[in-house]
Each structure stands twice: as C-alpha cells, then as structure tokens.
C-alpha cells in the first residue's frame, strides 16, 4: 500500500487488509513516495478512524517506498495518480510495473480514480477514505483467499 507520507492512507489500507487476510499467510505492508514522515506513527486521524472500526495502527511507523519493494511484494497498490507514476520511476522492468495498481481500480475498473488525500481536511475525509479502502480491500481479500 502506497501514498505520499505514509501516515493516511496507505496505513489505513494496511490496517484494513491485515483485518482481512491471515498474517501467517501474507505480509501487509504500507509506504510513501516521499521522506517526510519516516518513523512517525500515523496521523491521529488515521489511527481514530480505524480505531472506530475495530482495528489499531498506532502502532505503524512510516517508510519510504524503494526499489527492493518491487522484489519484496507480489502485488502494490498505490492511492493516487502521483503515487503511481513516482513508483514506476523506480521500476527496472516490465515485471516491476506489472506488480503496480491503482487500488481504487479494484472498485471502478479502469477508471484510475484516486483515493483523496485527507490530510488538509476534516474528520470526514478520513471516515471517506475509510469506507473507499475497505471496500477495494474487500475485493483483495476475496481475490486472494
């Protein structure tokens, strides 16, 4: 699971999907493109929302996304458009870029929605983002299990 900072989105969807899957069977990951918060926690936003929902992340320390993700992880889903195409600027191969999805794509096939980023914004872009990852990581569960 991919976003900018690594302290929104993608450790929403982490959460969510280790909710989802087996931990002895998959290893759930989340990372940013970018720097800013490696070693933080997630926002407290994040860790509310999913907290509301049964699940906690506090305990997640943001990463940034590097080359060796693409040999760790057979799958990697990125939030947003921006986050795609700073992935596939690490990518080696045609292998590389195979692995990368937008996850919104898994709901709305093909459209290349993005997942909003909710850090500017109010309680409610989290709780939206919330239900928008739950649902596509639904489909990833139900597609792997």
Known sequence: MVCLGNICRSPLAEGILKSKLTSHSFFI???????????KQPDSRSIAVAKKYGLDISHLKARQFTVNDFDNFDFIYVMDDSNYQNVLRLARSESDVQKVSMILNLVYPNQ???VPDPYYGGDQGFEN?????DEACTIIADKLS
């Open 29 to 39: 990951d989340s990372a940013g493109t970018a720097n800013y918060h490696t070693g």
């Open 112 to 114: 290349n929605y993005d």
């Open 129 to 133: 983002v919330y239900k928008m990852l």
